[in-house]
């Protein structure tokens, strides 16, 4: 037996026996033993796999500049994102803005506005558009994360990604998305047109929230591994996906407002099967991007 075929029934079996990805993972660790974390090299693991549950927090807060490559300032810069942390919630208390009722992904929120210079004079006026795809990537987040300084310090940095980084590519999501399912499949796609629903998909879930709302949170974090780590093209993958999925439902409803609003609620059950295939597509005709959009 050849050294690749001895690895290739070593990750069969292991995957039989519920081991899936413990080469991975044994790479991974080798990684982030680094005394210089290589941030290409975790890009491009994040890309090809799914990062185990233990270091998706450190994997996240490493590609978002959250903490620095060098391990050995890591602890000393968590103390000061902590203590920003502490200092814009403080301030947060003294105008009456928060209190302890609050809900944890409205304080977020508010700590994003006071960050940014963007908190309204109330907390009792209505929130914007932008303000409504934060707290849904919050709550998302809240699910994932089980300490509340990483949670604010990831979410912030991560719409902070698709504010800027993904700005430009993030509005042309629709029209790739309607290439890639004519590709896959010209029927589907040629129904939705005849329902004129291909204008009225929930493109702001899918693309603005990057599906959070739409896909439990233990499916949606594979995702978002790929967009932490350079690709917001995934997303275009898994609309396309869900569309794949559900192809038989969709091409029996006849209007855009019944497709739309079944496509905003999705059977969760299938979700860990649509990511996976999702990723099988993206992999098909993108190959293992590194740092491409």
Not at 22 to 38: C, F, G, T
Not at 62 to 75: F, K, R, T, W
Not at 259 to 284: C, G, M, R, Y
Request: proline letters at 4%.
């Amino acid at each position: 037996m050849t050294e690749d075929s001895q690895r290739n029934f070593r990750s069969v079996y292991y995957e039989k026996v519920g081991f899936r990805g413990v080469e991975e993972k044994k790479s991974l660790e080798i990684l982030l033993k680094a005394d210089r974390l290589d941030i290409e090299k975790l890009c491009t693991f994040s890309q090809r796999f799914p990062l185990p549950s233990m270091y998706r927090a450190l994997v996240w807060k490493v590609l978002l500049g959250i903490l620095p490559p060098h391990h050995e300032s890591h602890a000393q810069v968590m103390m000061y994102r902590k203590e920003q942390y502490s200092d814009v919630l403080h301030a947060l208390n003294v105008v009456r803005f928060v209190s302890n009722a609050t809900p944890q992904v409205e304080v977020y929120l508010r700590m994003y506005q006071l960050e940014s210079g963007k908190l309204p004079r109330s907390s009792s006026f209505p929130l914007e558009t932008e303000d409504e795809v934060f707290l849904a990537i919050a709550k998302a987040m809240e699910e994932m994360m089980e300490d509340s300084v990483d949670c604010y310090w990831i979410i912030r940095c991560f719409v902070n990604q698709l504010n800027n980084k993904y700005r430009e590519a993030l509005p042309q999501l629709p029209k790739v998305f309607e290439q890639y399912l004519n590709l896959e499949d010209s029927r589907l796609l040629n129904h939705l047109k005849t329902c004129s629903a291909v204008s009225k998909l929930p493109y702001d879930l899918w693309f603005k929230r990057c599906f959070a709302g739409c896909l439990p949170e233990s499916s949606l974090q594979r995702v978002w591994d790929k967009v932490v780590s350079g690709s917001c093209k995934i997303l275009v993958f898994v609309a396309v996906e869900i569309l794949l999925t559900f192809k038989i439902k969709v091409m029996a409803l006849n209007s855009a407002e019944k497709i739309t609003k079944f496509l905003e609620n999705i059977p969760q059950d299938s979700s860990d099967a649509i990511v996976s295939k999702a990723i099988d597509l993206w992999h098909k005709h993108c190959g293992t991007p590194v740092h491409s959009s």
